[in-house]
Every structure is written in structure tokens, then in C-alpha cells.
């Protein structure tokens, strides 16, 4: 059985940087995608950043060029760095993953898939930037 755990979040002032985790356990897929998302109070959850088991990454444009995905195969674990923090990136960030073509053909395309093409998903872990 999968389970994502994310860790990390916390409460930083504008401009300040945290780094988000999220360790798999149970997932031995070799070929899979992962993403982060987030969710702010009464909006749609967004997509942050999306990576391949390949290495190939996508980025929302309102992140681009201030928060890094990453992985770390060894671990079974992504990251998201996020630098340059803003109040409208405060939102509760999720970890998910998936095996299926559906996920990996969007990152391929530089798309992030919407959230109906994730599996698995993470419990959430809150970020929030004051001004």
C-alpha cells in the first residue's frame, strides 16, 4: 500500500524560504510522476510543480523561477524549495504521486496534470507567509 507523508510547512514571513518533504512508502513503481499542490480556503487545488522518474520537471507559472522540485531516488522522497515566499503562496501543499500515462504524457508535454491524474496523494502539510 502507498503512503505519502509531507513535512515541512510552517508559518515564515515574505520572502523567507522553507523546504517542503514528502517520503514514499510502498512505491515501487520504476517509471511514475509526483507533484505538488496546493489548496487555499475556498479555492481549487493547484498545481505547483510536477517531475518525472525521469527528471523532467513543469512548473506553474506563478511559481517559476522561486520554488525547485526535486527528488531523491534513494529516499523515496521529493522536495519543493521555495524561495522568495509571497502571502499568496499561503495554502495547505499536498504530495502526489501516480504510475499511469495519463500523468506522465502532460509532464512530457510541460503541462502539469490536473489533479484527477494523481493516485496518491499526502495528507497535507501548511504553509503560511505574512506580509
Known amino acids: 500500500q502507498v503512503q505519502l507523508v509531507e513535512s515541512g510547512g510552517g508559518s515564515v514571513q515574505a520572502g523567507g524560504s522553507l523546504r517542503l518533504s514528502c517520503a514514499a512508502f510502498g512505491y515501487t513503481y520504476s517509471s511514475y510522476c509526483m507533484g505538488w499542490f496546493r489548496q487555499a480556503p475556498g479555492k481549487e487545488r493547484e498545481g505547483v510543480a510536477a517531475i518525472l522518474s525521469d527528471g523532467s520537471t513543469v512548473y506553474a507559472d506563478s511559481v517559476k523561477g522561486r520554488f525547485t522540485i526535486s527528488q531523491d531516488n534513494a529516499k523515496n522522497s521529493l522536495y519543493l524549495q521555495m524561495n522568495s515566499l509571497k502571502p499568496e503562496d499561503t495554502a495547505m501543499y499536498y504530495c502526489?504521486?501516480?504510475?499511469?500515462?495519463?500523468?506522465?504524457?502532460?509532464?512530457?508535454?510541460?503541462?502539469?496534470?490536473?489533479?484527477?491524474?494523481?493516485?496518491?496523494w499526502g495528507q497535507g502539510t501548511q504553509v503560511t507567509v505574512s506580509s
Open positions: 502526489a504521486a501516480d504510475f499511469r500515462s495519463f500523468c506522465m504524457t502532460a509532464i512530457q508535454a510541460l503541462r502539469i496534470p490536473p489533479p484527477v491524474h494523481f493516485f496518491y
